[in-house]
């Protein structure tokens, strides 16, 4: 048994029916329950190749997730939201052909977003993760963010800001109401996902705290 300093303790890697099941003390059942396939265990940090999509609801942590299981693996993160928005929030003309420059890579790891690249990505990536937070931790998180955005001012991509708060009742597509009304959509579009590529390695987090227990695993392990 090896211990984690954050607190989790690593018993090993089991393998039941092909899948992969990571086993930490004092859990059961084990954290990571759904859809990680016995071949995904064996991807070591910096080892060959492996293309990962975190999908989840806006708000969710999809980037911040994204970067951090990057820099644990080695794998470059490219974030989707760079390569779509020129200034003024207008979407950038190389927008498709960047990202299929990105798909084409033999490792990569990014978030999956806007449907005019959803598919090829889906198609090219061995790996998807959902974090399926609850519609109340994901408003919580996409209000805090966009609260703090335009506060501060924060420079976003291609030096955009956040619209100032009083959008959020004059512009239907302001991304706290967008987030609220498209959060179906996402558990939609993954379980599409799913019965249309049964052999797609696919992980799902319930809860903040399962992902970063996951990812606390990842960095003691050295393996995803």
């Given at each position: 048994?090896?211990?984690?300093?954050?607190?989790?303790?690593?018993?090993?890697?089991?393998?039941?029916?092909?899948?992969?099941?990571?086993?930490?003390?004092?859990?059961?059942?084990?954290?990571?329950?759904?859809?990680?396939?016995?071949?995904?265990?064996?991807?070591?940090?910096?080892?060959?190749?492996?293309?990962?999509?975190?999908?989840?609801?806006?708000?969710?942590?999809?980037?911040?997730?994204?970067?951090?299981?990057?820099?644990?693996?080695?794998?470059?993160?490219?974030?989707?939201?760079?390569?779509?928005?020129?200034?003024?929030?207008?979407?950038?003309?190389?927008?498709?052909?960047?990202?299929?420059?990105?798909?084409?890579?033999?490792?990569?790891?990014?978030?999956?977003?806007?449907?005019?690249?959803?598919?090829?990505?889906?198609?090219?990536?061995?790996?998807?993760?959902?974090?399926?937070?609850?519609?109340?931790?994901?408003?919580?998180?996409?209000?805090?963010?966009?609260?703090?955005?335009?506060?501060?001012?924060?420079?976003?991509?291609?030096?955009?800001?956040?619209?100032?708060?009083?959008?959020?009742?004059?512009?239907?597509?302001?991304?706290?109401?967008?987030?609220?009304?498209?959060?179906?959509?996402?558990?939609?579009?993954?379980?599409?996902?799913?019965?249309?590529?049964?052999?797609?390695?696919?992980?799902?987090?319930?809860?903040?705290?399962a992902a970063n227990q996951f990812l606390r695993a990842v960095q003691l392990r050295g393996v995803l």
């Amino acid at each position: 048994m090896r211990h984690n300093p954050a607190g989790v303790e690593l018993c090993g890697v089991a393998v039941e029916g092909g899948l992969c099941i990571l086993q930490v003390q004092g859990r059961s059942p084990p954290f990571v329950s759904t859809g990680v396939r016995a071949d995904l265990c064996t991807h070591q940090r910096g080892e060959g190749s492996m293309r990962i999509l975190v999908a989840g609801p806006s708000g969710s942590g999809k980037t911040t997730f994204a970067a951090r299981l990057g820099r644990l693996l080695d794998i470059p993160h490219t974030e989707m939201d760079s390569l779509h928005w020129g200034p003024n929030w207008t979407p950038r003309p190389s927008f498709e052909a960047d990202v299929q420059t990105l798909i084409e890579q033999p490792a990569w790891i990014t978030e999956w977003q806007y449907p005019q690249v959803r598919g090829r990505l889906l198609e090219r990536a061995d790996v998807v993760i959902y974090l399926r937070y609850s519609r109340a931790v994901v408003m919580w998180r996409v209000v805090r963010r966009t609260v703090r955005r335009a506060v501060t001012g924060q420079r976003l991509w291609a030096d955009n800001v956040e619209p100032p708060l009083k959008n959020i009742l004059r512009d239907p597509d302001n991304m706290i109401r967008y987030t609220w009304r498209s959060y179906p959509h996402v558990g939609e579009l993954l379980a599409e996902a799913r019965g249309q590529h049964l052999q797609k390695r696919f992980i799902e987090f319930r809860t903040p705290r399962a992902a970063n227990q996951f990812l606390r695993a990842v960095q003691l392990r050295g393996v995803l």
